[in-house]
């Protein structure tokens, strides 16, 4: 879903919500990648366990061939992919969109280069983009709500008070 905010045509009208769940990566729009810190000290991904957990630097992975290329970034793209980086990224920020993530959603589906640098489990990275997406794209528009004491459970997540009112926000 994440993936397709990028690429959909959105139809006039009503606006379209996109909901994003926990996936194992995320699209990233240029070559940063998000190094957790605290204090000022680069920490590993897992201490990141809340929006306010870690601050982030960002740099241009090394030794990961490979990192932005199509479903991780924008290189190698498709041949069906519509539009350029700058028409994919303008669509993404256009789009509103909302993360969820649980708080105890800690295993990645993706053992990639790739995805390993975008975070180190699926809430890791959830948090990590986040906060890309906070500094680069879409700078206060889109949401994340982090369900507490919920796994990689869709009905968990969905079900959920905090889910609710941004379904009908």
């Not at 069906?80 to 028409?87: D, I, K």
């Not at 794209?137 to 507490?148: G, S």
């Amino acid at each position: 879903m994440q993936r397709y905010t990028a690429y959909a045509k959105f139809p006039s009208g009503p606006t379209t919500k996109f909901f994003v769940g926990s996936p194992s990566s995320y699209l990233y729009y240029d070559t940063a990648r998000p190094i957790p810190q605290q204090n000022g000290v680069d920490v590993s991904s897992t201490v990141c366990t809340t929006n306010d957990a870690c601050t982030f630097r960002y740099v241009t992975p090394s030794g990961c061939s490979g990192f932005n290329d199509w479903k991780y970034g924008l290189d190698a793209r498709p041949a069906s992919a519509p539009g350029n980086a700058a028409t994919l990224r303008a669509r993404y920020i256009a789009a509103d969109v909302t993360y969820m993530a649980g708080s105890q959603d800690t295993g990645s589906a993706d053992g990639s280069c790739g995805a390993n640098v975008q975070g180190s489990g699926r809430l890791q990275c959830a948090l990590t983009y986040a906060a890309y997406d906070r500094k680069y794209l879409a700078t206060a528009k889109n949401r994340q709500v982090v369900i507490t004491k919920s796994a990689h459970d869709e009905v968990c997540v969905t079900k959920t008070p905090a889910v609710a009112q941004v379904y009908l926000s």
